[in-house]
């Protein structure tokens, strides 16, 4: 158990990277990749690069990540990250909006999308679909609140269960696929000069970046990892370094077994899931259950990782006095934020209830920007303000790859609000809105502190 709060270190190195692969690889692995293949003007080449630079840019952030859980690895993640490196306020505004939005927002989105993906094979009405969603959300609740251990074995499975058939797909595909994909960087639509292909990739790894979303998530659980000042890192980098191989491969094989000529068919008709497309001439019908069951089994880890993580966060708010009492309660025996973990729940039902996908999925993706890029600069503030700090691991190319990461992630925060200035304003405004509940949540923990001293001083 941790000294400090009574957590049990229940994660391995195996589960750590179990539950950021199991958050981060979902469904986007077969549809994303049509997205990047037309902002790169159909360019098999660049739609691999930008693969792989999402994958780098990705590691960047996760490397700097790694150093702060290392050399503090406690429970909240980002939210303690922000608290010390620029005040309590920035530490509160991230857990306010992930509690909110970002975390009820992503369950509610991956419950929905889970049965959605049945329904090529089981019909299902709106209401159906919800039904089913919101006995996901309890299920998985009911399964994290028996402790750490339960929630983490049934991600080890889920995640194993996934790469099974996501790496049958590939292997087929890179040995039987017979097409000879064209590698040029050249563009087949669109202009071929050196300015006009950065901006394609630029334009294409902000697509491949949201099938990367969620390598930050493992800090939350720092204080449940086994040896957190070693595994933490190394589970970090050994996750994002594995999905970026498997993403780039992955699309690679379905190039080796549809031709670029079909692709562009494809695409025009909206025919987005090339994956799955894949899988059919490669199986027949069974490559189509074949995907929809690797769909469904992504699905339900990233699910069951995001139900396990999040309540950390609102946890640690709670510790440092900004948050709701109850929030720090650690169950006597199971050792898990059960009351963090049921309101999480409740906030996500409603979720299901109130919105479909398509509008939980705008709503949910601007919301962590800011905070991420906050997070990944916060290296150089926690070096800046605790230089006697404990550092087993220091992000490599110090200062370089902090300053890089933030600068990429601004520039990512930018293209979003110009592609859509309506959800960013309302990502925006969710912390602004966080700023009067922490004025609340501050006033009364100033009234604590003058009653406990006015105590102290008549006991003197």
């Not at 890192?233 to 993403?247: D, E």
Request: contains cysteine.
């Amino acid at each position: 158990m941790s000294e400090n709060t009574g957590f049990k270190k229940e994660i391995s190195l195996f589960g750590g990277v179990s539950i950021l692969g199991g958050i981060v690889i979902g469904s986007g692995i077969f549809y994303i990749g049509s997205y990047v293949m037309m902002r790169t003007g159909m360019s098999i080449g660049l739609s691999l690069l930008s693969w792989i630079l999402g994958g780098v840019i990705s590691l960047l952030g996760g490397i700097c990540y790694a150093e702060l859980g290392a050399s503090d690895p406690r429970a909240g993640g980002l939210t303690v990250y922000l608290n010390k490196a620029y005040s309590p306020l920035l530490g509160f505004l991230n857990g306010f909006t992930n509690w909110l939005i970002g975390g009820p927002g992503s369950i509610a989105a991956i419950a929905i999308a889970l049965p959605s993906a049945l329904t090529a094979v089981i019909p299902m009405g709106e209401w159906t679909i919800k039904i089913v969603a919101i006995a996901l959300i309890l299920g998985l609740t009911i399964v994290n609140y028996f402790g750490v251990k339960f929630g983490s074995r049934v991600q080890n499975i889920s995640m194993i269960a996934k790469i099974i058939p996501i790496c049958i797909i590939m292997v087929l595909g890179l040995t039987f696929g017979d097409v000879s994909p064209d590698l040029s960087l050249a563009p087949r639509s669109g202009n071929a000069n050196f300015t006009s292909m950065i901006n394609m990739v630029a334009f294409a790894v902000v697509a491949s970046l949201w099938a990367y979303e969620g390598w930050s998530n493992l800090n939350i659980v720092a204080e449940e990892i086994k040896n957190p000042r070693k595994n933490l890192p190394l589970a970090i980098i050994i996750s994002i370094v594995s999905i970026t191989g498997i993403y780039t491969l992955f699309n690679y094989s379905i190039f080796r077994v549809i031709p670029i000529e079909e692709i562009e068919q494809l695409l025009a008709h909206n025919q987005f899931y090339l994956g799955s497309y894949a899988a059919e001439k490669l199986l027949g019908r069974a490559g189509n259950i074949l995907v929809i069951a690797a769909m469904v089994v992504s699905m339900f880890g990233s699910l069951n990782g995001c139900i396990l993580a999040f309540p950390r966060m609102y946890y640690a708010m709670s510790v440092e006095g900004y948050f709701f009492k109850s929030f720090g309660n650690l169950h006597p025996k199971y050792k898990v934020p059960h009351v963090a973990l049921i309101v999480q729940c409740i906030i996500s039902i409603a979720l299901v209830l109130l919105r479909n996908l398509n509008q939980l999925a705008s709503l949910v993706v601007f919301s962590g920007m800011l905070f991420n890029t906050l997070g990944v600069f916060a290296v150089l503030m926690y070096r800046k303000k605790f230089p006697g700090l404990a550092r087993p691991y220091k992000a490599i190319g110090y200062p370089i790859t902090v300053i890089l990461t933030t600068l990429v992630f601004l520039g990512l925060m930018i293209n979003t609000f110009i592609g859509d200035p309506k959800t960013s304003i309302v990502g925006l405004a969710i912390p602004a809105i966080g700023i009067i509940f922490y004025s609340i949540f501050r006033r009364k923990n100033l009234g604590l502190y003058i009653n406990e001293l006015d105590v102290n001083m008549e006991e003197v």
